[in-house]
Antibody, heavy 119, light 110 residues
């Protein structure tokens, strides 16, 4: 059974760097075709795709946020880590990790973790 | 890369059909066969309902169907049920290994 779980700080201060971890089970990021993504959702607003990392170490980022984002993986721990620099109040929201299929769909999602940016 | 455009809300009575539109451009919706749809209940994670424009994952009721014409994709819910009340988001591949979501539509069952 495939599952993903996000973890990280609930509160960060403006200008700080956010580090979130996605711990997954039921698949391996060493398997060809596996991809893990980060997606966020401000309160009451729409989803926004942030970043993706593939089984072959390829990394892809949102064009509007790429200067602030970094994604990495630790296959021994079944984890994907997202860092976002220079956090601001507008970055407040729920951050989800999700698996991407070869059919271009996010088929399994974590429950999300709420991050509030405030001094 | 602008969000895909969806109506803010649609509503229907139990048993009726509702259709949600998702309008993009030739660089996303119209350029690839990679539109997916997600259902999100309050406080929950999104759930995949449709992928590759028209395909339904195992376990999703067949009253959910997807279609596409040009730069506009659509999700139709036939035989609306109370549990279908939720927010719905479309998503499209947007080239260069990026993805764009829609603005979201709230479906209300009257």
């Amino acid at each position: 059974q495939v599952a993903l779980t996000e973890s990280g700080p609930a509160l960060v201060k403006p200008t700080q760097t956010l580090t979130l971890t996605c711990t997954f089970s039921g698949f391996s990021l060493t398997t060809t075709g596996m991809r893990v993504n980060w997606i966020r959702q401000p309160p009451g607003r729409a989803l926004e795709w942030l970043a993706r990392i593939d089984w072959d170490d390829d990394e892809f980022y949102s064009r509007s946020l790429k200067t602030r984002l970094s994604i990495s993986k630790d296959t021994s721990k079944n984890q994907v880590v997202l860092t976002m620099t220079n956090m601001a109040p507008v970055d407040t929201g729920t951050y989800f990790c999700a698996r991407l299929t070869g059919d271009g769909a996010f088929d399994v999602w974590g429950q999300g973790t709420l991050v509030t940016v405030s001094s | 890369q602008s969000a895909l455009t969806q109506p803010r809300s649609v509503s229907g009575s139990p048993g009726q059909s509702v259709t949600i539109s998702c309008t993009g451009t030739g660089s996303d919706v119209g350029g690839y066969e990679y539109v997916s749809w997600y259902q999100q209940h309050p406080g929950k994670a999104p759930k995949l309902m449709i992928y590759e424009d028209t395909k339904r994952p195992s376990g999703v009721p067949d009253r959910f169907s997807g279609s596409k014409s040009g730069n506009t994709a659509s999700l139709t819910i036939s035989g609306l049920q109370a549990e279908d009340e939720a927010d719905y988001y479309c998503c499209s591949y947007a080239g260069a290994y990026t993805y764009v979501f829609g603005t979201g539509t709230k479906v209300t069952v009257l």
